[in-house]
């Protein structure tokens, strides 16, 4: 089946340094592939998404790329704040036709970052 | 503004009973889902629905129950046969298409069973 694996957190850094979260994939098909994020106390916002592969998703400075060859969709940012500190989530679709919109999470992975 | 609603953000309920967690949402979508969040194990899917009357088990179905009655609405009912229901849960909604439309999430229900 359909799996999503996130490099193990928390992630701890200082303001303004470079931020990559790592996703890798496990699927049948083409699935789309999506980055929510979840801050404190609240549901799941979309980040960012692709649909295809070689396609750069991108929003609010963060970027990832869909890259069929490593099954991999690894989220970057080049300055984080303070105010992206929140628990990042990795996300595939299931395209077999019967469950549009179904989606499998990584475990998420925690971003503090301190001024 | 549209939106998905959870209510409540807090329930408590002692072992043995059943809970009902509401979740509404008038983004006129046609698919809804129920994931169940747990400290370092991300969201795993319990029930989804792809239209009114129809629904189906998830990943981890067992020991829930929903209905789908209507398109704006899809109620969780967490019954004692759950073996650990004390857990974040979310509802989401999509339009459920073949474009892959992204996850609307609610902002969640903390169950705690004692």
């Known amino acids: 089946g359909n799996s999503v694996t996130q490099m193990e957190g928390p992630v701890t850094l200082s303001e303004e340094a470079f931020l990559t979260i790592n996703c890798t994939y496990t699927a049948t098909g083409y699935p789309s592939l999506f980055w929510y994020v979840q801050y404190p106390g609240e549901g799941l916002q979309l980040l960012l998404k692709?649909?295809?592969?070689?396609d750069k998703g991108s929003n609010k400075g963060f970027e990832a790329t869909y890259r069929k060859e490593t099954t991999s969709f690894h989220l970057e940012k080049g300055s984080v704040q303070v105010s992206d500190s929140a628990v990042y989530f990795c996300a595939l679709s299931d395209r077999d036709g019967t469950s549009y919109g179904k989606l499998t999470f990584g475990q998420g992975t925690i971003l503090t970052v301190h001024p | 503004d549209g939106g998905i609603t959870q209510s409540p953000k807090y329930l408590f309920r002692k072992e043995g009973q059943n809970v009902t967690l509401s979740c509404e949402q008038n983004?006129?979508?046609?698919?809804m889902y129920w994931y169940r969040q747990d400290p370092g194990q991300g969201l795993r899917l319990i029930y989804y629905s792809q239209i009114v009357n129809d629904f189906q088990k998830g990943d981890i179905a067992e020991g829930y129950s929903v209905s789908r009655e209507k398109k704006e609405s899809f109620p969780l009912t967490v019954t004692s046969a759950q073996k650990n229901p004390t857990a974040f849960y979310l509802c989401a909604s999509s339009k459920g298409d073949r474009n892959n439309s992204p996850l609307h999430f609610g902002n969640g229900t903390r169950l705690t069973v004692t």
């Open positions: 983004l006129n979508h046609d698919a």
């Open positions: 692709a649909t295809k592969a070689d």
